[in-house]
């Protein structure tokens, strides 16, 4: 299953586990209102894939304790310490996924969060907090490392609990569930003070922390990331495309100029306005001919390679093509079309795709290992400069009085995904995106119908 999440101003997180399976094909779909006048003059194929669609994998596992194990047996002597600083990385970064995941999944409650939920949550997150804190090591360097992820780990969770307090409905519960997420708060803060993780100088600026914390995650996520290796395909081929169109069109014009001189005689002045046009031909022609070839032999072919490294060993752990370009709704596949359901709007969409195949080496991957989740950040902001700015006015009748109400326009964007893990049948997932020029406002997953049930 795929799940897409809003993150900060127009950025999408389309994430995915790639499991046991080593082939994995994913394609995107987003469906643009005609009405902002994209096209691929206005927003190019290859500056949209650069500027918008940013992929990374890390290690993923279902045994969650794994890494846990891995840093007792690094403390014990039994592992080197870049083994043990890989294996807490590991549990932290897991730690951190999963609890980002169920706090979003508990903001989005259409009825909100039950009292039994969080408290279930802030079970397991002190029972998480609780393992990682039960041996701290006395090696003076990997104690620094440990203090630096328990240290954000305490932070990270302090943050997403207030969030969530900040989002609560004011239900008859609700009393009682900020008690007990304030009092985690308030336990997680008052640990990082007693340890003294952090200055006085640090902790009064929010900037300041916020930054500090931002740097601790990324140390966290790097020994986890696979490295990878983005290659642009078609450089050979697209040099042996000019060649031979060079050596067609200079082969015809040099026919073309000898059958002047043969007609025309000696030089005049006839002569010379006649090759002036034939090298202006030849320099229109020339390119139109090499762009046109160019696009028939690309068509539908992969345009970039990334390769995937494991940042330890430097193996290469997998390979995947990409490609993006614009769709007609003719070319869809059924599932897709089937899946945004036919209407009078999709004629007016333009359909932007993007799609991958890779292919995964588990038995190059880090000791344990055999799954990875993928992360695609999907920046919206260059469709959001096509929006246009302000509002309009909507009226209402309210008890005989009649009231105005500004609304910000907004535009609908649909993002259907259709994931193939090894030999599996294909899964088809839709999200509605509502958008405005300054932000993402709304997402919302659209449950598939059964095809006998779908309507036109």
């Given at each position: 299953m795929i799940s897409v999440e809003r993150k900060d101003g127009f950025s999408l997180k389309v994430s995915r586990i790639l499991r046991e399976a080593t082939e994995h094909q994913l394609d995107i779909y987003l469906f643009v209102p005609g009405e902002l006048g994209l096209n691929t003059n206005v927003v190019p194929e290859e500056d949209f894939y650069h500027s918008a669609i940013h992929v990374q994998r890390t290690y993923f596992s279902d045994r969650p304790y794994l890494p846990l194990i891995l840093s007792r047996l690094a403390r014990r002597?039994?592992?080197?310490?870049?083994?043990?600083?890989?294996?807490?990385?590991?549990?932290a970064y897991q730690y951190a996924i999963g609890l980002e995941q169920s706090c979003n999944e508990l903001r989005n409650e259409k009825d909100g969060a039950t009292q039994d939920a969080v408290t279930e949550l802030i079970t397991l997150t002190q029972d998480i907090l609780r393992r990682l804190r039960r041996n701290v090591p006395s090696d003076q360097t990997l104690r620094k490392y440990y203090v630096n992820i328990d240290n954000y780990l305490s932070w990270f969770t302090e943050q997403r609990l207030l969030s969530l307090v900040a989002h609560l409905p004011r239900s008859k519960e609700y009393k009682t569930t900020k008690t007990l997420l304030l009092g985690v708060c308030e336990a997680e803060h008052l640990h990082r003070v007693k340890l003294q993780y952090n200055s006085s100088h640090t902790t009064e600026a929010l900037s300041r922390i916020s930054n500090k914390m931002r740097l601790l995650r990324r140390l966290i996520e790097y020994p986890v990331t696979l490295k990878e290796k983005t290659q642009e395909l078609g450089g050979g081929e697209e040099k042996a495309l000019k060649a031979s169109v060079t050596?067609?069109?200079?082969?015809?014009?040099?026919?073309?100029?000898?059958e002047v001189r043969e007609t025309l005689g000696s030089i005049?002045?006839?002569?010379?306005?006649?090759?002036?046009?034939?090298?202006?031909?030849?320099?229109?022609?020339?390119?139109?001919?090499?762009?046109?070839?160019?696009?028939?032999?690309?068509?539908?072919?992969?345009k970039w390679r990334r390769q995937y490294f494991d940042v330890h060993s430097n193996q290469l752990v997998g390979r995947q093509l990409e490609w993006f370009d614009y769709r007609r709704p003719a070319k869809l596949k059924e599932d897709i079309l089937a899946a945004?359901?036919?209407?009078?709007?999709?004629k007016e969409e333009v359909i932007m795709h993007y799609g991958s195949h890779s292919r995964m080496l588990p038995t190059r991957f880090l000791?344990?290992?055999?799954?990875?989740?993928?992360?695609?950040?999907?920046?919206?902001?260059?469709?959001?400069?096509?929006?246009e700015k302000g509002s309009h006015h909507v009226y209402q009748l309210k008890e005989g009085q009649v009231a105005r109400h500004p609304v910000?326009?907004?535009?609908?964007?649909?993002l259907v995904t259709r994931e193939v893990q090894g030999h599996n049948p294909p899964n088809v997932q839709r999200w509605k995106v509502v958008m405005s020029r300054s932000k993402i406002v709304e997402i919302e997953e659209i449950p598939q119908q059964k095809p006998a049930q779908q309507s036109a």
């Open positions: 002597g039994e592992l080197s310490s870049d083994q043990y600083r890989l294996s807490l990385s590991l549990y050596a067609v069109v200079m082969t015809a014009m040099s026919l073309a100029v000898f005049s002045l006839l002569v010379i306005l006649v090759l002036a046009l034939l090298y202006a031909l030849r320099e229109i022609f020339k390119d139109d001919l090499r762009n046109t070839l160019w696009r028939w032999l690309r068509k539908g072919r992969p945004r359901h036919a209407s009078v709007t999709q000791s344990g290992y055999e799954q990875t989740r993928e992360t695609l950040q999907l920046d919206l902001s260059l469709l959001a400069k096509l929006m910000e326009k907004r535009y609908l964007i649909n």
